[in-house]
């Protein structure tokens, strides 16, 4: 147990529709992750907020969103979903940032039909 | 941006026989991390390494940071099947999150 909770962990819905997919970080980590992983492909990253702030921006597209509230949990909104969007969706959380190693949680698996 | 490659992409072998990742950069690495993902599991973090030929041991798998700091290795003597799996490697460079390869994906025959 990573002790970085995902919720849901599947999540069906169809294209055009908006999901949010929740992340609660490791008990005193502060910066949170968010990667997305499709099938037979690495892990992209997309996000990183560390104590609320927005600390780094990958690969995320304009219909994709997120914040960190002041308990820490984060929140990813993915909107106007395509077909491509449908992926394995990763939170990770680490103590601070940079070079600290990254405890990831169960992801959320997202299916567009 | 910072690529690192990772060969082979995917590795079949028998159980008992050696297994070998490399991490390839054209830059500098800061440090590399390595994790390994089971099949429908996440990624855990397995070890990092920070100095120039550093090499670190966890039973039977050994890893090793090149001289140059651009290509790191990660090695499993005698494979098991528990060893099956995708292994990233990971570049951090301080204050920037990690840049994952696209791993390597074993699969042990027993």
């Known amino acids: 147990d990573s002790g970085v909770t995902q919720t849901p962990k599947h999540l069906i819905t169809a294209t055009g529709q908006r999901v949010t997919l929740r992340c609660s970080p490791r008990s005193g980590d502060l910066s949170v992750y968010w990667y997305q992983q499709s099938l037979d492909q690495g892990l992209q990253f997309l996000i990183q907020?560390?104590?609320?702030?927005?600390?780094a921006k990958g690969n995320i597209l304009e219909r994709f969103s997120a914040q960190q509230f002041p308990d820490l949990h984060s929140e990813l909104n993915l909107s106007s979903l395509e077909l491509g969007d449908s992926a394995l969706y990763f939170c990770a959380s680490s103590r601070v940032g940079g070079d600290q190693p990254q405890h990831f949680g169960d992801g959320t698996r997202l299916s567009i039909l | 941006g910072q690529q690192v490659m990772q060969i082979p992409q995917y590795q079949h072998v028998q159980e008992g026989e050696d297994f070998t990742t490399y991490c390839n950069s054209s830059?500098?690495?800061?440090?590399i991390q390595w994790y390994k993902q089971r099949p429908g599991g996440h990624p855990v973090f397995l070890i990092q390494l920070v100095k120039s030929g550093e090499v670190k041991k966890q039973k039977r798998l050994t890893f090793q940071f090149g001289e140059a700091k651009k290509n790191s290795s990660l090695h499993i003597t005698a494979t098991q099947t528990t060893d099956v799996g995708t292994y990233f490697c990971a570049d951090t460079s301080g204050n920037t999150p990690l840049v994952f390869g696209k791993g390597t994906r074993l699969s042990v025959i027993a």
């Open positions: 830059t500098t690495l800061s440090n």
């Open positions: 907020y560390y104590n609320g702030e927005e600390r």
